[in-house]
């Protein structure tokens, strides 16, 4: 739909009968002709601004020409000039308003202009005009896809295909419709259908997609994986690695994730799934180098905070090069509690080896600033209650504690620090409470497993959601 229609031949002559040249004489006919023609030469081989140029000194002379209107409208469309563009392609279709082509043309402007609604409108107009026809079907349905109108795609694509089942693009974007409606099983039989026709890497791709929707780990990377040696995209690179990420396959995660970042060192994502990937795996300084260089890619994409965070937490090695991002992300986003948090914890962790002379005012001031911005991070609680509690203000610490615990229950730590002011205060029967509660939960483990594999799957489908759309 997006790509530059190709020209309809029978308007090469067409300029001989039109009437915005009736009065002229037969030889004049003839030169107007061969503008016409040589502009229509210029477009055919790319040269746009050649073409818009001629069509402009062309149209003085043939004000009411459909064909002149037009082209120059595509012509403008090629070089991505859409006001001039829309103007003429709108003057086409007032000229000649049963023009289905016409408005196709039209559309796909509308909408490279971002103005969705007026596209749509054409794109159905075109229809209504020619009910049986495949482009027409198909254009509406891929337009659909893109508006996320997936249940509107799906008949008008279903239509395309039964009057075209030769299409490759009709049958694909049937098959993603297919897929984004939990019909998994039409969007696999689609997709092996195709593949007997045209062998791609985005149909290894989608299928890859629909066997990890359909629970089969097993077989969706070995999709992705195919679709990567095949075309090793940033974005196949990532399905498959991600693929292995989301099924705790680390080492072989971590060998695609940086083969990818060699390929593609500007990618963020790739990035964070390498971090991920050796954070998980134990991995942690080399992590933390990982993740620094994401952050440095996008300094404000909140995925990457978490993960290097974590692999810092554990190896604490670079602090220096830690602190100041973690110190970058929260000036950046200053209403962020996660980042305000971020930021002290790394700072008091990072600095702790320097004793006493640390300044603690500037990681509780921070603590503070998170939990007024968000008092619902129990884990901000717990921090503040540490600081505290490790300067014995007791006082200070317990009700920190009470309030983490207020908020999730399920904090083994917070309950043993509780449990140890509650000693430091003689208050032993509280304290046993508190001991007991945290050797219950440590026994549980707290699903550690469960939260790891939450947090890889925000990752993956946010990063997924985050690029355009393959229709």
């Not at 404000?300 to 970058?328: G, H, K, M, V």
């Not at 904090?411 to 508190?434: F, I, M, W």
Request: hydrophobic content about 40%.
């Amino acid at each position: 739909m997006s790509k530059r229609p190709r020209l309809r031949l029978t308007i090469l002559c067409a300029l001989l009968t039109c009437a915005g040249f009736a009065p002229a004489q037969d030889s004049q006919k003839q030169k107007l002709d061969r503008q016409f023609q040589s502009a229509v030469a210029q477009y055919e081989a790319g040269r746009f601004a050649e073409a818009a140029a001629q069509l402009e000194a062309l149209l003085p002379l043939a004000p009411n020409s459909f064909e002149v209107h037009e082209l120059l409208g595509q012509a403008y469309a090629s070089l991505s000039h859409d006001d001039k563009a829309i103007e003429h392609l709108e003057s086409a279709i007032r000229l000649k308003p049963d023009s289905a082509a016409a408005r196709t043309n039209l559309a796909a402007t509308l909408s490279h202009a971002g103005k969705t609604e007026l596209a749509g409108e054409q794109f159905r107009k075109a229809l209504q005009l020619e009910p049986l026809s495949f482009q027409a079907n198909h254009n509406l349905g891929e337009f659909s896809i893109q508006s996320g109108k997936i249940a509107d795609a799906l008949p008008l694509l279903e239509r395309a295909q039964r009057i075209n089942p030769a299409s490759y693009d009709n049958g694909y974007d049937l098959a993603m419709a297919d897929f984004l409606t939990g019909r998994l099983n039409e969007a696999r039989l689609q997709c092996q259908d195709l593949l007997k026709r045209k062998h791609t890497a985005e149909l290894h791709d989608l299928l890859g997609q629909i066997e990890e929707k359909d629970g089969k780990f097993i077989t969706a990377a070995n999709e992705f994986q195919i679709a990567a040696h095949m075309e090793p995209s940033e974005g196949n690179l990532f399905d498959w690695g991600s693929e292995l990420l989301l099924h705790r396959t680390y080492e072989p995660a971590i060998e695609v994730f940086a083969e990818a970042t060699r390929r593609y060192p500007d990618s963020p994502r790739l990035m964070i799934g390498l971090g991920m990937a050796l954070t998980w795996r134990g991995r942690f300084e080399e992590a933390v180098k990982a993740l620094l260089t994401a952050a440095d890619l996008d300094p404000s994409d909140a995925r990457c905070y978490l993960f290097l965070f974590r692999a810092y937490d554990n190896s604490p090695t670079q602090a220096e090069e830690a602190i100041r991002r973690f110190q970058r992300y929260a000036q950046l986003q200053p209403n962020n509690a996660l980042a305000q948090y971020y930021y002290a914890m790394s700072l008091w962790k990072g600095k702790r080896t320097e004793g006493p002379s640390m300044d603690l005012l500037t990681v509780e001031s921070l603590l503070k600033k998170s939990i007024e911005l968000d008092g619902a991070l129990a884990e901000t609680h717990v921090q503040l209650g540490n600081l505290y509690a490790d300067q014995h203000q007791y006082e200070k610490s317990i009700p920190e504690y009470v309030r983490a615990l207020a908020l999730d229950s399920n904090l083994p730590d917070a309950h043993y620090r509780l449990g140890t002011d509650y000693v430091h205060l003689g208050q032993k029967d509280k304290a046993q409470n508190e001991f007991a509660i945290y050797q219950k939960l440590r026994a549980q483990h707290l699903a550690e497993t469960d939260k790891e594999a939450n947090e890889v799957q925000q990752f993956v489908y946010s990063a997924k959601t985050s690029v355009s759309a393959k229709p």
